[in-house]
């Protein structure tokens, strides 16, 4: 009798083995939801999904393994993903996630300029409300021109002199222009900005992906300027580690040893994904195109998560 049952406790467990294993590849966003690390993700990836839906749209992402989220607030909005700063907030409390960043820009105006720096001040308190630590500019338009160029970096460091007193940070996100020589000069633009900006005001959220493109290395970079590197924006072709054409272990070794920390990923709709139909020819709808990112979320969440260079 008690080899019967010391029998059925091996089959109960070999059983409850597989069915485990089954529920596991059946809802693939919970495989990549275990471990400590903190996989962020940049929540213009699945922009559309998140303002239809904020709270369904966290908790997908938070099973899938992200903990830190970077915001977008385009036009310098007063609200996040259309709720109040402290509303979207506790739903990532709730859901395990910390809120790190946020992108959003306001271009100079000299002739405006106090009501400029006043909306600066409105965005920094709702930043800092989100618990955040950055405040990245995602992108500026200037002439690549020593001297526009100049006053760039002289309002980035206006700018972030304020930001520090909300105990923030500001950052500059980079595109692949930014990598090209000014036009009266052999300097690089994303350079210049470098060793112009106020170190204590000002820091630079790398996107390895547009370096890349911009024909640069972005190892290269962070060992040559490795306090000023704060952040990466880890992207690809689509799914991250996929292309094959980004060295993503040299990037978060260098990283490392720089001593710095967050990362988010981004996943940008690609074109083919835009212009997708459906069997009858129909277009893909917005709730297609954003369930494919969603499964490009999952698999990336999945890569960084099991590589073994990713901390």
């Known amino acids: 009798m008690k080899r019967f049952f010391r029998q059925c406790g091996k089959l109960m467990a070999a059983f409850t083995c597989v069915a485990i294993a089954i529920a596991m590849l059946a809802i693939p966003e919970m495989v990549s939801a275990k471990g400590n690390k903190k996989v962020g993700i940049q929540l213009y990836s699945v ?20 903990k830190a989220f970077e915001l977008v607030q385009w036009g310098g909005d007063t609200k996040v993903f259309g709720l109040p700063a402290e509303e979207f907030k506790a739903l990532c409390d709730q859901n395990g996630v910390k809120i790190i960043s946020t992108h959003s820009s306001i271009q100079e105006d000299t002739a405006k300029e ?12 709702i930043q800092k409300a989100c618990g955040g630590k950055y405040f990245v500019i995602p992108s500026y338009n200037v002439d690549y021109t020593v001297k526009d160029v100049q006053q760039m970096c002289n309002y980035f460091n206006r700018v972030g002199k304020i930001a520090k007193e909300y105990g923030l940070k500001l950052g500059y996100h980079n595109h692949a222009n930014e990598y090209k020589k000014l036009k009266d000069s052999d300097k690089v633009m994303w350079e210049y900005l470098v060793e112009n900006t106020d170190p204590r005001y000002v820091c630079f959220e790398m996107d390895v992906y547009w370096c890349t493109k911009g024909g640069k290395d972005p190892v290269a970079y962070l060992k040559k300027y490795p306090k000023r590197i704060e952040m990466l924006h880890i992207k690809d072709e689509f799914v991250i580690g996929e292309s094959g054409t980004i060295n ?39 709730e297609q195109i954003m369930n494919e990112m969603f499964v490009a979320a999952q698999k990336s969440a999945a890569y960084l998560t099991n590589a073994k260079f990713v901390k």
């Not at 978060?252 to 835009?274: C, D, H, S, W």
Request: net charge positive; charged share 30%; no cysteine.
């Open 248 to 286: 993503f272990e040299a990037i978060f070794n260098q990283f490392y040893k720089n001593g710095m920390k967050n990362y988010v990923v981004e996943i940008e709709t690609p074109k083919a994904l835009r212009e997708k139909t459906n069997a009858d020819g129909s277009k893909y709808t917005k």
């Open 114 to 125: 106090d009501e400029i720096m006043q909306r600066w001040r409105q965005l920094f308190e």
């Open 47 to 66: 922009m559309d999904a998140v303002r239809e839906n904020p709270k369904a749209s966290i908790e997908r992402l938070a099973g899938m393994g992200y």
